[in-house]
């Protein structure tokens, strides 16, 4: 039977180690030449020396044998993954404002301008990937041409170089969102491709999973539709939202305004507060959240005062030749 050496390696004749030049190192076969023993108390082991010679003969083969390439999960996606389709199927539009005094809606219609003084902000242009998550990209334009839509809701989270959020449900008085009736469900957000373009540069429309503030008696309904987006602001890019959230359109027009409305101050909490926010969540205390929902929003109501959906005439075609 075969022993190896615990504490090291012996390399067998005929295995001759060679050094090249750049540090490249490899294992030549020579011939190894075996002859028969004429002593006679030897002859018991014939069968055992025989054995390992055979080995040995194989060794340097098995050894000179390339290794199988080392291959990470992204290269066989990039192998394998047909490119992502972001054609602009739709153009839809926010026209954002800012309101001096304390946003306070006191209508339930959109029609009723919520803010007497507000200062128009600009208007900010999406194009959506219709073709790549065209559920996502269906819910978006409902919300912004439908019955119940964006129109009149705040802005109510900016994250000073990162991104701003929208589209938080609640109710119409409180200058948040309600979802019109009749939304397909998305299924969108349990298919892992529909997670594989990244918050590379500012200006990518997404819609907003891990950064969902609505409050947890929302979501639990089984009517619930998650309608809140995200839209990088800049300067750099935001790798903590990839694979994470759905992106499914991108600033078009209007990223001036974009970065005006990231320029604003935000409530801070300061770090008594936080550390209290964490016991009374520790202790399970539900208000522990509905405070938190309150930090990074901004000290100036900035809210949709409208939306909807641009329509662009079809490219014309390319003369054709008598």
Same mark, same amino acid.
């Given at each position: 039977?075969?022993?190896?050496? %615990?504490?090291?390696?012996? #390399?067998?004749h005929?295995?001759?180690y060679?050094?090249?030049?750049?540090h490249?190192h490899?294992?030549v076969s020579?011939?190894?030449l075996?002859s028969?023993s004429?002593?006679?108390?030897?002859?018991?082991?014939?069968?055992?020396?025989?054995? $390992? $010679?055979?080995?040995?003969?194989?060794?340097?083969?098995?050894?000179?044998l390339?290794?199988?390439?080392?291959?990470?999960a992204? @290269?066989?996606?990039n /192998?394998? =993954?047909?490119?992502?389709?972001t054609t602009? =199927?739709d153009? +839809?539009?926010l026209?954002?404002?800012i309101?001096?005094?304390?946003?306070?809606?006191?209508?339930?219609s959109? @029609?009723?301008p919520?803010?007497s003084?507000?200062?128009?902000?600009?208007?900010?242009?999406?194009?959506?990937?219709?073709?790549?998550? %065209?559920? =996502?990209?269906?819910?978006?334009?409902?919300m912004?041409?439908?019955?119940s839509s964006?129109k009149n809701?705040f802005?109510?989270?900016?994250?000073?170089?990162?991104f701003? +959020?929208g589209?938080?449900?609640?109710? &119409?008085?409180?200058?948040?969102v309600?979802?019109?009736?009749?939304l397909p469900q998305?299924?969108?957000t349990?298919?892992? $491709?529909?997670f594989m373009?990244?918050?590379?540069?500012?200006g990518?429309?997404?819609?907003?999973?891990?950064?969902n503030? @609505?409050?947890d008696?929302i979501?639990l309904?089984p @009517?619930?539709? /998650?309608v809140?987006?995200?839209i =990088?602001?800049?300067?750099?890019?935001?790798?903590?939202?990839d694979?994470?959230?759905?992106?499914?359109?991108v #600033?078009?027009e209007?990223?001036?305004v974009?970065?005006?409305?990231?320029?604003?101050p935000?409530y801070?909490?300061?770090? $008594?507060?936080?550390l209290f926010?964490d016991?009374?969540?520790?202790l399970?205390?539900?208000?522990?959240?509905?405070a &938190?929902?309150?930090?990074?929003?901004?000290l100036k109501?900035i809210?949709?005062?409208?939306?909807?959906?641009l329509q662009?005439?079809?490219?014309s075609l390319t003369?054709?030749?008598?």
């Amino acid at each position: 039977m075969l022993s190896f050496h %615990p504490a090291k390696l012996v #390399v067998p004749h005929g295995l001759a180690y060679h050094h090249h030049h750049h540090h490249h190192h490899q294992y030549v076969s020579k011939p190894i030449l075996c002859s028969a023993s004429s002593s006679s108390h030897h002859h018991d082991h014939d069968h055992n020396s025989s054995s $390992r $010679r055979s080995l040995l003969l194989l060794l340097p083969t098995a050894l000179s044998l390339p290794l199988p390439p080392y291959t990470s999960a992204s @290269d066989n996606n990039n /192998n394998t =993954t047909t490119p992502l389709d972001t054609t602009i =199927t739709d153009r +839809v539009f926010l026209d954002l404002s800012i309101c001096p005094t304390y946003f306070r809606a006191q209508a339930q219609s959109q @029609d009723v301008p919520l803010c007497s003084d507000s200062e128009p902000l600009g208007r900010v242009v999406l194009g959506l990937y219709g073709k790549l998550v %065209p559920t =996502t990209v269906s819910i978006f334009k409902a919300m912004c041409i439908g019955s119940s839509s964006y129109k009149n809701t705040f802005i109510h989270k900016v994250l000073p170089g990162q991104f701003l +959020v929208g589209g938080r449900q609640g109710r &119409r008085e409180k200058g948040e969102v309600v979802p019109p009736l009749g939304l397909p469900q998305n299924k969108e957000t349990v298919d892992s $491709r529909a997670f594989m373009l990244d918050h590379s540069r500012p200006g990518v429309v997404s819609l907003c999973l891990s950064e969902n503030d @609505d409050d947890d008696d929302i979501k639990l309904d089984p @009517d619930y539709h /998650n309608v809140e987006f995200l839209i =990088t602001t800049g300067p750099g890019p935001c790798p903590q939202l990839d694979g994470r959230n759905i992106v499914f359109g991108v #600033v078009l027009e209007g990223m001036d305004v974009v970065r005006q409305i990231a320029s604003i101050p935000t409530y801070k909490p300061g770090e $008594r507060i936080k550390l209290f926010n964490d016991l009374a969540e520790f202790l399970g205390d539900g208000r522990a959240e509905n405070a &938190r929902n309150l930090w990074d929003r901004p000290l100036k109501s900035i809210y949709v005062s409208d939306c909807g959906q641009l329509q662009v005439a079809k490219p014309s075609l390319t003369p054709s030749l008598p």
